[in-house]
Every structure is written in C-alpha cells, then in structure tokens.
C-alpha cells in the first residue's frame, strides 16, 4: 500500500507569490492534517479536515488556507508568501483520532 | 493547550550504547506518539502508545499516564539510529491532532 504521499517535495517562491501543496492520503483514511516545520523546531500545527469538512485551525494568519477533496486527498495554499512561510510543510493522515502517518514533506524556499 | 517538553535536547552517543529519552506532557493524554525524523525530513513512526510498553527490537518505549511522561529507549545504538525523536500528543478537545515536543537530537559516533 502506497503512503502518504505530498507533492511537490521541493519549491521556491518569490516573496508575494501564492503556492499550493498537494497531499493524498493513506487509502481509507479521511483525516488529513497539515504542519509546518521551520529548521530547529517540532512540527506546527495548521489545519485539520476530516470528511472533507474543517476540524481544526492552529495558530496561522488568513494567509494559509486548505481543502479536501471527495477522494480525500488535500491542498495547502498559501497567499502572499512571506520569507518567514520558509519551512518543510508535513501532512498527515489518519483513520480519524487514531495513529497518524506523515508524508516525506514539501520543502519550501521563499526568495 | 497541551505542552510537550523533551529532554535531553541533544544526546552523543558511542555506538553501541543506551540511552533513555523522556517526553513530559502537561495533561492527560489518550494518544501519544514517538517519531525519528531522517535526514530528510520525513518522519518516521516508532511507536503510538498511550498507556503500557511496546517493544520494537532494539527500540522500546513506556508510557505512565497517570504520571504525564513518556520514555523511549535505544539500545545498542547504531549510527543510523542517529536524527531527531520527536514525542507528540494531541489535546483533549482533539481540535488539534498533534502537539510535537522540540525534540532530541541524537548523533551516535561510531
């Protein structure tokens, strides 16, 4: 069975520009959540969906928003990119509160 | 919200020796979850245990609920045992899936 898998897995970006990251997750999970990792510290907390529907919202600006589609894979967009959004964005998926499983991860550089 | 702390936050080892992490949580948990995160980047699950030990050869792990902590040990390290350990919960409300610790970061020295 294939894994979370996350595309691109390496991005640059000018300072302003949008960007969207793509996750699909392990087949017959519906949970899809999103972190960021910035170099020296834990994964952050984004965004959860489960069954397409938002269940939770960490701590980011209006600048950061997701979907998830009715095949259960997921988008990450990003407005307005800041030097500061550099990071390695992780997604995750689950059953539901069960066991999460992350993907290998989008590095993204912001110039 | 929960908190995570970790500790140590960095570890050298010989290979070939223990070494006992330990994950503190600041409320009561009913997941917990230990990950090694490669070179990179991706994490790699160890363990999901929220109450009891689990073992995985050489890997272990223990969690005391009632007390708040988690440990995770290594025995006989290898140097490709060596990346970050991350131990990560989520809070009660479950609004928020996982809260990650800071992480140790190991280096096993052949």
């Known amino acids: 069975d294939a894994g979370v898998t996350q595309s691109p897995t390496h991005l640059i970006k000018t300072r302003g520009q949008h960007v969207t990251l793509r996750c699909s997750p392990i087949?017959?999970?519906?949970?899809v959540s999103w972190y960021q990792q910035v170099l020296g510290q834990g994964p952050q907390f984004i965004f959860q969906y489960y069954e397409k529907e938002e269940r939770g919202r960490g701590n980011f600006p209006d600048r950061f928003s997701a979907r998830q589609f009715p095949n259960y894979s997921s988008e990450l967009n990003v407005n307005a990119l800041l030097l500061g959004d550099s990071a390695l964005y992780l997604c995750?998926?689950?059953?539901?509160?069960?066991?999460?499983?992350f993907g290998q991860g989008t590095r993204l550089t912001v110039v | 919200g929960i908190q995570v702390e970790q500790s140590p936050p960095d570890l050298i080892l010989q290979e070939g020796a223990n070494s006992t992490l330990r994950c503190n949580f600041s409320d009561s948990v009913n997941n917990l979850q230990w990950f090694h995160q490669n070179p990179w980047g991706q994490l790699i699950n160890l363990f999901y245990i929220p109450s009891g030990t689990k073992q995985n050869g050489r890997l272990s792990a223990t969690t005391v609920a009632t007390e708040r902590y988690s440990l995770l040990y290594i025995s006989s390290s290898q140097t490709t045992d060596s990346g970050v350990y991350f131990c990560?919960?989520?809070?009660?409300?479950?609004?928020?899936?996982?809260?990650f610790g800071k992480g140790t970061r190991l280096s096993v020295i052949a």
């Open positions: 087949s017959g999970h519906k949970s």
């Open positions: 990560a919960a989520p809070t009660n409300s479950g609004n928020t899936p996982l809260v």
């Open positions: 995750a998926s689950s059953l539901d509160r069960t066991e999460a499983f």
